[in-house]
């Protein structure tokens, strides 16, 4: 059976019964985890087609094993493959020390304009969690990953450019900065804020989910996080009339047939998703808290071994799904770690490609084996009565309990 590419015309994905998808394992923990993982999209796929679709997994580089082979962190024939097959993904990746590159997962989306970052956050029954309901958190958050403060223009203190522009903001604009201040810009654009709004509403819409929240700090950054929300606000106006309805507009009580629009200020937002997480659904925000929202959502489910994400540009079709932890270089090649993440990436994977009766087969022996007990090191230290079982050992019994 020859392999093929994915395609994307007229805003659609179109995926062939035995697409080619890129690959990286990842450096530390990563062939650990991309091995078990991979094993279990693999029997996933098998059985739902029976062979008749069938997954051609192509290894591309980055990270340690792309520098050993080739003495570049992030080759260009990755970046080329991964906007020529469209979806691919990827395990963790250290950030090089002193190599040129801030981080090569900011590359990777920076290079390929992966303008949103997606991350499901709901409860497995019987993970450990620090609160008492985790099952009440079911959200999916929309992180804004192009810009903010992660757009990297920064001046040191010390640097004479520093002092320039801290001398002309006094001369044109009247604004005092201390002197021997560093300097952080944060662009939050129109552009960047739309498609990324745009994505999150078009995911509750066919999802069947009841309401977005915009996450911001307008209060005090209006003109960056302010104009999120109201951009936010208009669009829903202007494209969504018939689907969606503002908070305000309904009084709290949405039409049948329409989801809610609303939004709350960052600092809320963390307090209320502890006390009253039931009340949100889908998240849109900007990228650094975004950040901040994704990792303490993860930890009322179980930890960032327990949460997938993906980068996503769904205006050309370009995704790239990926383990949301680090490398944990301590537990490298021990065969020890949880490899959930990139296993629950895999079968969002599936599911952005269409094939959700596989995701579904995924997710569904995922929880039957978290309620077995029979679970990684890193669940079985918290839960009374556990099994520890490796890496690998934990994949089988995911495969096993795939009915
Ligand atoms: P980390 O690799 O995520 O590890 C921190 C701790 O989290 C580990 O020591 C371990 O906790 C736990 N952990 C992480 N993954 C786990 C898994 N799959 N199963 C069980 N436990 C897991 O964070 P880090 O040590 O700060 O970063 C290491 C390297 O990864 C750095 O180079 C960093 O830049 C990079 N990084 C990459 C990505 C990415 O590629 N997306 C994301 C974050 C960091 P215990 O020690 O308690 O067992």
């Known amino acids: 059976m020859a392999s093929e590419k994915i395609q994307f015309e007229n805003n659609q994905l179109l995926v062939p019964d035995n697409p080619i998808i890129p690959f990286i394992e990842g450096d530390g923990i990563g062939p650990d985890i991309w091995r078990a993982a991979s094993?279990?999209?693999?029997?996933?796929?098998?059985?739902?087609?029976?062979?008749?679709?069938?997954?051609?997994?192509?290894?591309?580089?980055?990270?340690?094993?792309?520098?050993?082979?080739?003495?570049?962190?992030?080759?260009?024939?990755?970046?080329?493959?991964?906007?020529?097959?469209?979806?691919?993904?990827?395990?963790?990746?250290?950030t090089p020390i002193g190599g040129g590159i801030r981080s090569l997962n900011v590359a990777l989306r920076q290079q390929l304009d992966l303008y949103a970052c997606v991350r499901p956050v709901r409860y497995f029954p019987g993970v450990p969690s620090p609160v008492r309901e985790p099952q009440k958190v079911d959200m999916v958050v929309f992180r804004e990953n192009t810009e903010d403060v992660y757009a990297g223009l920064e001046l040191e203190s010390s640097q004479e450019d520093a002092r320039a522009l801290i001398a002309y903001l006094a001369e044109t604009k009247g604004w005092h900065i201390r002197p021997g201040s560093g300097i952080?810009?944060?662009?939050?654009?129109?552009?960047?804020?739309?498609?990324?709004?745009?994505?999150?509403?078009?995911?509750?819409?066919?999802?069947?989910?009841?309401?977005?929240?915009?996450?911001?700090?307008?209060?005090?950054?209006?003109?960056?996080?302010?104009?999120?929300?109201?951009?936010?606000?208009?669009?829903?106006?202007?494209?969504?009339?018939?689907?969606?309805?503002?908070?305000?507009?309904?009084?709290?009580?949405?039409?049948?047939?329409?989801?809610?629009?609303?939004?709350?200020?960052?600092?809320?937002?963390?307090?209320?998703?502890?006390?009253?997480?039931?009340?949100?659904?889908?998240?849109?925000?900007?990228?650094?808290?975004g950040d901040y929202i994704s990792d303490a959502l993860a930890a009322q489910v179980g930890g960032v071994g327990m949460a997938p994400g993906a980068n996503i540009n769904y205006q050309e079709g370009y995704a790239v799904f990926e383990a949301t932890h680090g490398t944990a270089p301590k537990y490298a090649g021990q065969d020890k770690v949880n490899p959930t993440s990139l296993i629950l990436s895999g079968a969002m994977m599936l599911e952005h490609m269409g094939w959700k009766e596989a995701s579904r087969k995924i997710e569904s022996a995922l929880e039957k084996a978290l309620a077995s007990r029979q679970v990684t090191y890193d669940l079985a230290r918290l839960m009374p009565e556990a099994e520890e079982v490796s890496c690998s050992a934990f994949a089988d019994l995911v495969c096993a309990l795939m009915a």
Request: proline content about 4%; hydrophobic content about 40%.
């Open 184 to 289: 952080g810009i944060k662009p939050i654009s129109k552009f960047a804020s739309l498609r990324l709004l745009r994505s999150a509403i078009e995911y509750a819409l066919a999802h069947g989910r009841k309401s977005i929240t915009m996450v911001h700090k307008g209060n005090i950054q209006k003109f960056t996080e302010g104009a999120f929300r109201n951009w936010g606000y208009e669009l829903a106006r202007n494209e969504y009339p018939g689907s969606v309805v503002s908070w305000e507009d309904c009084k709290g009580n949405p039409p049948a047939g329409k989801i809610v629009i609303k939004d709350t200020i960052a600092d809320i937002f963390f307090q209320q998703a502890l006390t009253r997480p039931e009340e949100f659904d889908v998240i849109a925000t900007t990228n650094l808290n």
């Open 39 to 94: 094993r279990v999209i693999d029997h996933a796929v098998r059985l739902c087609w029976q062979g008749k679709r069938r997954i051609q997994w192509k290894e591309v580089l980055a990270g340690e094993k792309a520098y050993r082979e080739t003495a570049k962190w992030l080759p260009e024939e990755t970046l080329q493959a991964f906007r020529t097959f469209r979806v691919g993904i990827k395990g963790p990746l250290t």
